[in-house]
């Protein structure tokens, strides 16, 4: 089973945080190719329904219906149905991740009027900029009922979006969340990558050290996977009872403690998503020495609080730390050390930021 995975802004991050899913769901990628910030997958088995929704990086989910060169994928997709529509009116567009692009919609076109039906091939019109600075076009109409995609150059695929991310209703769900702390709040996205990066599972506990108001918390809970939150602010602690018991997520699936996590006691858990404290939002570009001293804080914060936790941990740990800009250049955590003093190993260090925030991320997947 081959699909087509249409990653967000950060293609890196997206790519480790779909790999780490699989893994996760022990779901072989058999095969994986990237062109721009499509990634194409063959997967041992079908993917399950709705998973678009569980990624935090991914916009769109397609199936490959037939592949080939462009004369054999033509003749192979002539016996294929490619519009399953009641109404014989559409609009369509086509996400392009190939030089035979062109072929595919001429191809399109004339296939449709052979089957009679008024379809109105749409432009791509909207963009997104991605992180490593190529700018790739996406559609921007709601009014589409149907998005094909034409993938790879001499190997061509065609295929069909069957899985759309639900942005609307996951930002409505963060906006009507009782308590909310915007400065120092996680993106519900951020949120879901931190958590397939940790790769704990269903049923499984996931610990959140530096909880907050618990965003990170609340979109495992979504995903049945048990947690456990610690933060050092009661009001924070409280924040996230309110928000957990909004949701109206079982007690018995959560844990809250107002504590330091340098010496909380806990019993085990599967693995750690986190962001901790990245210092002060900065408004202007700091000192060099004011930035080296938020980032020596941040690495002693965190070696003392993995220390302290590392033998309840039997699972991965993922989590956020300063990137933060000084002049051109931007500066951040020294891991040796952090390696060196838990005995961790590094699996993923990914930088994550817009190019004008002054304090990015870096994020940092660890290993026993
Ligand atoms: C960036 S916020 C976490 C935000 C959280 N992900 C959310 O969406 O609400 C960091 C949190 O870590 C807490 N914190 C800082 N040092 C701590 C420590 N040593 N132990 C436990 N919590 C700590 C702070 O009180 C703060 O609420």
């Known amino acids: 089973m081959k699909y087509l995975f249409i990653l967000g802004r950060n293609v890196e991050l997206s790519k480790a945080e779909v790999f780490s899913y699989f893994e996760r769901e022990e779901n072989k990628i058999l095969s994986s190719e990237l062109i721009k910030n499509g990634l194409l997958l063959e997967l041992e088995r079908p993917i399950e329904k709705k998973v678009v929704d569980v990624f935090g990086g991914v916009i769109s989910i397609g199936k490959v219906i037939s592949s080939g060169d462009e004369n054999e994928l033509i003749k192979k997709l002539d016996n294929e149905t490619l519009y399953f529509g009641e109404s014989n009116k559409l609009n369509y567009i086509i996400w392009n991740f190939s030089e035979k692009y062109e072929i595919f919609q001429e191809y399109l076109k004339s296939r449709f009027k052979k089957e009679k039906l008024k379809a109105t091939f749409k432009h791509l019109t909207g963009n997104i900029h991605l992180q490593n600075g190529e700018i790739v076009s996406i559609p921007s109409s709601k009014l589409i009922n149907e998005e094909y ?19 609307t209703s996951l930002e409505e769900r963060d906006m009507n969340k009782p308590v909310r702390r915007e400065s120092l709040a ?24 530096f909880c907050g108001v618990g965003t990170i918390l609340s979109e495992a809970l979504l995903q049945k996977i048990k947690v456990m939150g610690i933060d050092k602010d009661k009001d924070a602690v409280t924040g996230a009872k309110q928000n957990l018991e909004w949701f109206g997520f079982q007690k018995e699936d959560y844990t809250l403690f107002n504590s330091d996590s340098r ?6 858990v599967s693995g750690i ?3 901790p404290d990245l210092g002060d939002t900065l408004k202007k570009i700091p000192t060099k020495n004011k930035a080296k001293q938020t980032i020596s804080n941040f690495e002693k914060l965190i070696v003392e609080v993995i220390k302290n936790l590392k033998e309840k941990i039997s699972g991965r740990i993922a989590f956020t730390s300063p990137n933060i800009r000084i002049g051109k250049k931007r500066i951040h955590l020294n891991l040796e050390n952090v390696l060196n003093e838990t005995g961790y190993v590094l699996k993923y260090e990914i930088p994550e930021f817009r190019e004008n925030q002054i304090v990015g991320r870096m994020i940092y997947v660890l290993e026993k």
């Not at 996680?186 to 050290?209: F, Q």
């Open 149 to 167: 995609f034409v993938y790879g150059n001499n190997e061509v695929y065609f295929g069909k979006i069957i899985q759309i991310c639900d942005y």
């Open 186 to 209: 996680i993106s519900p996205r951020l949120a879901k990558i931190l958590i397939n990066l940790s790769k704990v599972k269903k049923g499984e506990t996931l610990l959140d050290p």
């Open 263 to 268: 010496k909380a006691e806990i019993g085990l």
């Open 273 to 275: 998503a986190t962001e």
